[in-house]
């Protein structure tokens, strides 16, 4: 995977993190089941920081 390709895919897995993470706030503000979304944030979390040494390898 090129330099320009793993920027996207780091650029989208924020942009999924963000999205989790408001959502998780939500769940959290009426008392909801917040686990799965932990988890997500979790594997989003690894994810990016997979992404991230691809990226420096590449440099």
């Given amino acids: 995977m090129g330099k320009k ?3 996207a ?3 989208e ?3 999924d993190y963000v999205r989790i993470q408001s ?3 939500k769940l959290e503000y009426v008392r909801g089941r917040v686990s799965s979304a932990e ?3 979790i ?3 690894q994810e990016i920081a997979e992404v991230n040494r691809q990226l420096e390898e590449k440099e």
């Fill in 13 to 15: 897995l924020k942009s």
């Fill in 23 to 25: 959502d998780m706030d």
């Fill in 9 to 11: 895919k780091l650029d």
């Fill in 39 to 41: 988890q997500q944030l």
């Fill in 5 to 7: 390709e793993l920027q």
């Fill in 43 to 45: 594997r989003l979390e």
